[in-house]
């Protein structure tokens, strides 16, 4: 079975810290996991995946996210936050199953950038 | 190249009357989806679709039905709307069914059914 939790439901920073968004997964095979950001009225954006290559992986506008096996984790970070960065983040988990595939989308994580 | 785009943009309906909402993709994508997005909750798969001709249902398939004449287009239709299709629905198409590929989203359609 698969399964995936965004530890967070809310994040709040302010502008230049660092930015840590927590997902947590459980998956009965190799999965894929994704991040994504979703910007107000927007649809979801692809920050960065892991696919069973290098560990941590490296996305877009400075984001990047470690897989750890052991602690079943896919956390995302940032040096330091942009006011930009304010969106909603969605954790996903992806895997094969018998005659395809399932994807299952966290609740999200809205992050919150303060002046 | 627009990428994945959905009409319209907003919705309202009255309970029972019925709508399309339209997804077109041009980047020749064999595998789209429709989702929807309840407040707080992730998106739940409502039906894909593998190619021309050929759809499947997904996670909350109820009091939907879809379509798949071509590549580019996949329409998602909403017979007697209730207010509990209420919600954000998002279009997605991917290169592959692989696990590894990533979706690309269309910008979403905002309903509400009173």
């Known amino acids: 079975a698969q399964s995936v939790t965004q530890l967070d439901s809310h994040v709040s920073v302010s502008e230049g810290t660092p930015v840590l968004l927590r997902c947590n997964y459980s998956s009965s095979y190799s999965p894929s996991l994704f991040w994504y950001v979703q910007h107000p009225n927007k649809g979801l954006q692809l920050l960065l995946k892991y696919t069973s290559a290098a560990t941590l992986v490296k996305g877009i506008n400075g984001f990047e996210a470690e897989f750890k096996k052991s602690e079943t984790s896919f956390h995302l970070t940032k040096p330091s936050a942009h006011m930009s960065d304010a969106a909603e983040y969605f954790c996903?988990?992806?895997?094969?199953?018998?005659?395809?595939?399932?994807?299952?989308f966290g609740a999200g994580t809205r992050l919150f950038v303060k002046a | 190249n627009a990428g994945v785009t959905q009409t319209p943009k907003f919705r309202i309906l009255k309970i029972g009357q019925s709508m399309t909402l339209q997804c077109t993709q041009d980047m020749n994508h064999n595998y789209m989806y429709w989702y929807r997005q309840d407040p707080g909750m992730g998106l739940k798969l409502i039906y894909y679709s593998v190619g021309a001709g050929i759809t499947d249902k997904g996670e909350v398939p109820n009091g939907y039905n879809v379509s798949r004449s071509t590549t580019e287009d996949f329409p998602l239709r909403l017979e007697l709307a209730a207010p509990s299709q209420t919600s954000v629905y998002f279009c997605?198409?991917?290169?592959?069914?692989?696990?590894?590929?990533?979706?690309?989203f269309g910008p979403g359609t905002r309903l509400t059914v009173t």
């Open positions: 997605a198409s991917s290169y592959s069914l692989s696990s590894t590929y990533e979706q690309y």
């Open positions: 996903v988990v992806s895997a094969g199953i018998t005659g395809g595939f399932k994807t299952i």
